[in-house]
């Protein structure tokens, strides 16, 4: 069946529409269900490498990794969204081994070049166990070491024993992260919420819990009460 309903603005609900001849639209919003795979990271930047090329100290080990990625999104040129002291992370899974490193960006490009920007990756400022780059390599900002305002990261997670999960981290400014990182916490397992105040938002209004709180000891003496009185006519 279908609907038509009527207002300010009319709108018709239909399964399926088939235009003959012609359709105009003044706007047309076109909405898909998106699949990601594994964890998602929302951070102040992001790439794909596309390219490396490695930079060598004087006694011949590489002192830097200058990483390629592309400059456009396929329809316009976007900025280098990285910056200086970020953290770069890289956590990629195949079949059989895991790749991974997390090191300190020691230089980003300002405007692209032959349709790259690029980032330079430490060899020696990064976590213990990181590899080097691969093309290919999907990296997240995860941190920064000087600038508080690019030390956060939400993860959501769809798989494993703690999902489905979000995460929300703060102060993310080495290569670990301990319980003092987190903000918020929701998970089948463990569930934490920091912050200056919390309210609880009702259909009724605004929440704090301390008015939780007092609510619920009102509500307790109040059946204590009833209690007692009810032990004194048996």
């Known amino acids: 069946g279908f609907s038509i309903e009527s207002g300010e603005d009319s709108i018709i609900n239909v399964d399926k529409l088939n235009v003959r001849k012609r359709a ?13 795979g594994g964890a998602m990271v929302i951070s102040p930047a992001s790439c794909t490498i596309a390219k490396i090329e490695e930079f060598k ?15 456009t999104d396929g329809e316009r040129t976007t900025n280098n969204e990285w910056m200086v002291n ?29 349709g790259y920007h690029y980032i330079t990756l430490s060899a020696d400022d990064c976590d213990s166990d990181s590899e080097a780059p ?31 999960s979000l995460l929300q981290l703060d102060g993310i400014n080495s290569y670990s992260i301990s319980n003092s990182n987190i ?15 919390i309210e609880v938002v009702t259909m ?3 929440k ?5 709180a007092d609510e619920a000891l009102t509500n307790a003496k109040g059946y204590t009460d009833k209690r007692e009185k009810f032990l004194q006519t048996q």
């Open 204 to 206: 009724s209004g605004n």
């Open 57 to 71: 100290a004087g006694d011949g080990s590489v002192a830097v990794y200058k990483c390629y990625f592309s400059a």
């Open 24 to 36: 105009t639209f003044n706007e047309l919003d076109i909405k898909s269900i998106k699949h990601v």
């Open 134 to 164: 691969q093309v290919g390599d999907e990296v997240v900002c995860f941190g920064n070491r000087a600038d508080t305002d690019r030390q956060a990261a939400i993860i959501i997670n769809s798989e494993g024993t703690d999902a489905p």
């Open 86 to 114: 970020d953290l770069a992370l890289c956590t990629m899974y195949n079949l059989t081994t895991q790749h991974h490193f997390w090191r300190r960006v020691t230089g980003v490009s300002s405007s692209p070049v032959d």
């Open 183 to 197: 903000v918020t916490q929701l998970s089948k397992t463990n569930n934490i919420i920091r912050g200056q105040q």
């Open 208 to 212: 704090s819990m301390q008015d939780f």
